[in-house]
């Protein structure tokens, strides 16, 4: 079974930065895309940044500049740099993988079960 584990989150102060990183387990045979999504209280989940296997990136324009994604291919990891961290960024970050377990090149979603980042002023 592939999992998708995170870590990462806690508790920064305005300005501040954390790291949050997501590794993808199992028999996995590719991965199209990985990306990070948010979701805070009375607010939809909405994409933070994504990355696909070639490299290419996708970033909230309300992040743009402050966070960057990144993959290590080898560790089917993905991270999320964020930085200037402001209390809007408050929110469970979701991790998300677009995985192909075979030849066939299905591609399935995949979903981490969150991490917390909190920022206070």
């Known amino acids: 079974q592939v999992q998708l584990v995170e870590s990462g989150g806690g508790l920064v102060q305005v300005g501040g930065s954390l790291e949050l990183s997501c590794a993808a387990s199992g028999r996995i045979f590719s991965i199209s895309a990985m990306g990070w999504y948010r979701q805070a209280p009375g607010n939809q989940r909405e994409l933070v940044a994504r990355?696909?296997?070639?490299?290419?990136?996708n970033y909230a324009d309300s992040v743009k500049g402050r966070f960057t994604i990144s993959r290590d291919n080898a560790k089917n990891t993905v991270y999320l740099q964020m930085n200037s961290l402001k209390p809007e960024d408050t929110a469970v970050y979701y991790c998300?993988?677009?995985?192909?377990?075979?030849?066939?090149?299905?591609?399935?979603?995949?979903w981490g079960q969150g991490t917390q980042v909190t920022v206070s002023s």
């Open positions: 998300n993988a677009v995985l192909a377990l075979n030849y066939d090149n299905t591609w399935f979603n995949y």
């Open positions: 990355i696909t296997s070639e490299g290419s990136t």
